[in-house]
């Protein structure tokens, strides 16, 4: 790097002149540099010194990349068999390098269409619970993150229906849900038959009414 020198008493001086990161040894010929947990560029300046005085100094420059970032977007609630596509594309490296994409299924009994690409499609069981998915994407210099990623499962909505119809044609029978009231005697009134009774009193005063005319 820095030539033969006249000796083998040469002296090393190691220091970071900017940037956050810290050395294993500031002597020596060899060191290890422990960058920092953000991004940043760390400048590095060697002195050699060998036995006669003669002094070589260079910088080292070394570029530091924070994580990567997840970003998916899909939904967060399925019905039991129901298919969604889970979509990672929007993920960044610091770098602006590639990106390698690996999906799992933790928990939930979910199938996956693929786990190494940036988009997927995630298929429901069939009963009700909580998916739980994992996304870990790699830089090209090898940093990593990963993030869990939950579908809440839902069983299929029932369609409601009224027990009884709120009003029935001449020809229509109804039931009631309570088969008897107590009436003013103290006996038992159905109310089924109150209904029908009721019905055919209708019928026939509509036909008194005809005949009149």
Same mark, same amino acid.
């Given at each position: 790097?820095?030539?033969?020198?006249?000796?083998?008493?040469?002296h090393y001086v190691w220091s970071v002149t900017?940037? @956050?990161?810290?050395?294993?040894?500031?002597?020596?010929?060899?060191?290890?540099?422990?960058?920092?947990?953000?991004?940043?560029?760390? @400048?590095?300046?060697?002195?050699?010194?060998?036995?006669?005085? @003669?002094?070589?100094?260079?910088?080292?420059?070394?570029?530091?990349?924070?994580?990567?970032t997840i970003s998916i977007n899909g939904a967060t609630t399925l019905t039991i068999g129901a298919s969604t596509t889970l979509n990672a594309s929007g993920s960044t490296a610091q770098d602006g390098g590639y990106l390698t994409y690996s999906w799992s299924v933790l928990n939930g009994g979910a199938t996956l269409s693929s786990t190494s690409a940036a988009t997927t499609t995630v298929t429901a069981p069939f009963f009700a619970g909580t998916i739980t998915l994992r996304l870990t994407i790699t830089d090209d210099v090898g940093n990593t993150?990963?993030?869990?990623?939950?579908?809440?499962?839902?069983?299929?909505?029932?369609?409601?229906?009224?027990?009884?119809?709120?009003?029935?044609?001449?020809?229509?029978?109804?039931?009631?849900?309570?088969?008897?009231?107590?009436?003013?005697?103290?006996?038992?009134?159905?109310?089924?038959?109150?209904?029908?009774?009721?019905?055919?009193?209708?019928?026939?005063r509509y036909a008194a009414r005809s005949v009149t005319r």
């Open positions: 790097m820095f030539g033969t020198f006249s000796d083998s008493t040469a900017s940037g @956050n990161a810290t050395l294993s040894s500031t002597s020596g010929t060899a060191v290890t540099v422990t960058a920092p947990n953000t991004a940043d560029t760390i @400048n590095l300046l060697l002195s050699v010194t060998d036995g006669s005085g @003669n002094t070589a100094s260079k910088n080292h420059i070394i570029h530091v990349y924070g994580l990567p993150t990963a993030q869990n990623y939950s579908i809440v499962v839902i069983g299929a909505t029932a369609s409601s229906s009224s027990s009884s119809p709120a009003s029935i044609a001449s020809s229509s029978s109804v039931s009631s849900s309570a088969a008897t009231s107590s009436g003013s005697g103290g006996g038992a009134i159905n109310l089924s038959l109150l209904a029908c009774l009721s019905a055919l009193f209708a019928v026939r």
